[in-house]
T-cell receptor, first 113, second 111 residues
Framework: NAGVTQTPKFRILKIGQSMTLQCAQDMNHNYMYWYRQDPGMGLKLIYYSVGAGITDKGEVPNGYNVSRSTTEDFPLRLELAAPSQTSVYFC????????????FGQGTRLTVV | GQQLNQSPQSMFIQEGEDVSMNCTSSSIFNTWLWYKQDPGEGPVLLIALYKAGELTSNGRLTAQFGITRKDSFLNISASIPSDVGIYFCAGQRDSNYQLIWGAGTKLIIKP
């Protein structure tokens, strides 16, 4: 049972570098989300998608981009990494029914130096 | 942005004690959720509340959805060492099921 798989688990970037955080789910979920979690804080929504081909901004989208070409995959792109993007990133997915839970990946710990 | 106020920020308790934490919001939510996060892991759902006034249990955990729909609490009875971790409340907006998160309550059990 893979659930939600995030790669990589850890990454160190230099300022100005770019990278893509991968997220894949095998539950055929339409809804997918990217959150970031800063130390001592709750999660903040970066971007979300309600289905393949549809994405929308969350609370803190600046500096990030997403795409959703398939139901399974929802990559998050950082174009010009900044120290403020040092955080733990979580991907989540959920099904369509109202009373169903979201499943989270194990997270990607990103440090920008 | 919208925030949930979760308290306390951390708790030091003895094994066997009961624990209580709560979340309040200035806005109404239609769903309240309680998650637990262990180090290096993503949050895992403990209890989901879908109706104002609802009281739901999951083993030693009990949570309630406040009547005003602006608050929720979580109780853990007879705490054990594996209860250690960070507990988060989250309010769910019906539109696209986005979650607004509290800052977490860190539970530490004194040896």
């Amino acid at each position: 049972n893979a659930g939600v798989t995030q790669t990589p688990k850890f990454r160190i970037l230099k300022i100005g570098q770019s990278m893509t955080l991968q997220c894949a789910q095998d539950m055929n979920h339409n809804y997918m989300y990217w959150y970031r979690q800063d130390p001592g804080m709750g999660l903040k929504l970066i971007y979300y998608s309600v289905g393949a081909g549809i994405t929308d901004k969350g609370e803190v989208p600046n500096g990030y981009n997403v795409s959703r070409s398939t139901t399974e995959d929802f990559p998050l792109r950082l174009e010009l990494a900044a120290p403020s993007q040092t955080s733990v990133y979580f991907c989540a997915s959920r099904g369509d029914s109202p009373n169903t839970e979201a499943f989270f990946g194990q997270g990607t710990r990103l440090t920008v130096v | 942005g919208q925030q949930l106020n979760q308290s306390p920020q951390s708790m030091f308790i003895q094994e066997g004690e009961d624990v209580s934490m709560n979340c309040t919001s200035s806005s109404i939510f239609n769903t309240w959720l309680w998650y637990k996060q262990d180090p290096g892991e993503g949050p895992v759902l403990l209890i989901a509340l879908y109706k104002a006034g609802e009281l739901t249990s999951n083993g030693r955990l009990t949570a309630q959805f406040g009547i005003t729909r602006k608050d929720s609490f979580l109780n853990i009875s007879a705490s054990i060492p594996s209860d250690v971790g960070i507990y988060f409340c989250a309010g769910q907006r019906d539109s696209n099921y986005q979650l607004i998160w509290g800052a977490g309550t860190k539970l530490i059990i004194k040896p």
